[in-house]
């Protein structure tokens, strides 16, 4: 319904056609800027109704007492069942650390949140079948996991931005009364988070929308065609700044394939894409310093690869 809007508004009343790359950009930037802020109003509420039932303490305390790494793979496994794509995970990943959740389990959500999730298993499992399907699943979680671990033994606390982090540490427990003040304690952290990173959603929603509507498909497919055995990283590479829906990825990695890419080369583009992109940086950037936002992208970058390589061995 939301999306026909958009259309009609595009159409209609700025009477610029859909199939032009003016029209696509601005569908892109309008449609996505609804859906991530009304997600991010959504979400950061029902966190912060939840948080207001357990303690930061307790929910730190909690993390932290799980033997091994028992944390990250928790955490990954919960970010594999949130259908959120790179921007729409962020509003989980920051209420994770104002919660006081150690940092690199909430890392080990943030990068299995986008890479894996319902819809996009859906739709591999009716291109690529039930065997491709799984081991997708699996090495994700496995990169949520690991990816995690390592951040998480790197120190990170000292690279968030201080009223993010300070705020989560000093914080003083509150005591609720009632479902209302549990709520508006809630629609309060949202609206606060809100307004800190507004400026940069747009700013990577805008950088998206160029990205979507101006740069043609066969233009990546072409260059990464013609590089052989370095068309993983190549295609990682190429992937990490982009910014599509976790979704419309897929098919693109399926005409990949049919052109004659090979599945591991598909895969890692399809799974850059979705866990990793510019207009993330820049959001995230109003969370952590650029050090941490490097740190996080070399990893799962690094991560990719090794995935799109072991595909390309297996299958």
């Given amino acids: 319904?939301?999306?026909?809007?958009?259309?009609?508004?595009?159409?209609?009343?700025?009477?610029?056609?859909?199939?032009?790359?003016?029209?696509s950009s601005l569908e892109f930037l309008i449609y996505d800027s609804i859906k991530i802020f009304f997600l991010l109003f959504v979400m950061i509420t029902l966190i912060g109704i939840l948080r207001s039932y357990v303690s930061n303490k307790k929910i730190k305390e909690s993390l932290s007492k799980q033997k091994g790494f028992v944390g990250n793979i928790l955490a990954s496994l919960f970010g594999a069942l949130t259908p959120f794509c790179t921007c729409s995970s962020i509003p989980f990943f920051?209420?994770?650390?104002?919660?006081?959740?150690?940092?690199?389990?909430a890392f080990s959500f943030l990068i299995t949140s986008p890479i894996i999730n319902e819809y996009m298993a859906v739709i591999m499992f009716g291109v690529f079948g039930l065997?491709?399907?799984?081991?997708?699943?699996?090495?994700?979680?496995?990169?949520?996991?690991?990816?995690?671990?390592?951040?998480?033994k790197t120190k990170p606390e000292k690279d968030i931005v201080?009223?993010?982090?300070?705020?989560?540490?000093?914080?003083k427990e509150m005591k609720f009364n009632s479902f209302k003040q549990r709520l508006d304690f809630g629609l309060n952290e949202s609206i606060t988070i809100i307004k800190k990173i507004w400026m940069f959603i747009f700013?990577?929603?805008?950088?998206?929308?160029?990205?979507?509507?101006?740069?043609?498909?066969?233009?990546?497919?072409?260059?990464?065609?013609e590089t052989g055995i370095f068309s993983v990283p190549l295609a990682t590479i190429i992937g990490v700044p982009l910014y599509a829906n976790c979704a419309a990825i897929v098919p693109v990695a399926v005409v990949l394939f049919q052109k004659g890419l090979p599945l591991g080369t598909a895969m890692a583009f399809?799974?850059?894409?979705?866990?990793?992109?510019l207009p993330e940086a820049i959001i995230l950037r109003r969370?952590?310093?650029?050090?941490l936002i490097l740190?996080?992208?070399g990893i799962v970058t690094l991560g990719i690869m090794v995935i799109g390589y072991l595909f390309n061995m297996i299958i």
């Fill in 287 to 291: 969370v952590m310093n650029l050090k």
């Fill in 94 to 105: 920051i209420g994770f650390v104002e919660a006081g959740v150690p940092l690199g389990i």
């Fill in 162 to 171: 201080k009223d993010i982090y300070i705020k989560s540490l000093n914080k």
């Fill in 295 to 297: 740190k996080f992208f």
């Fill in 270 to 277: 399809m799974m850059a894409t979705a866990s990793l992109s």
């Fill in 203 to 225: 700013i990577g929603l805008g950088i998206g929308a160029v990205i979507h509507g101006f740069i043609p498909d066969t233009f990546f497919s072409n260059i990464i065609s």
């Fill in 1 to 23: 319904m939301i999306k026909e809007a958009v259309d009609w508004f595009i159409l209609n009343i700025l009477n610029i056609p859909l199939e032009t790359k003016l029209g």
């Fill in 131 to 152: 065997k491709i399907t799984l081991i997708y699943i699996v090495l994700g979680l496995i990169i949520g996991t690991v990816g995690g671990i390592i951040i998480g």
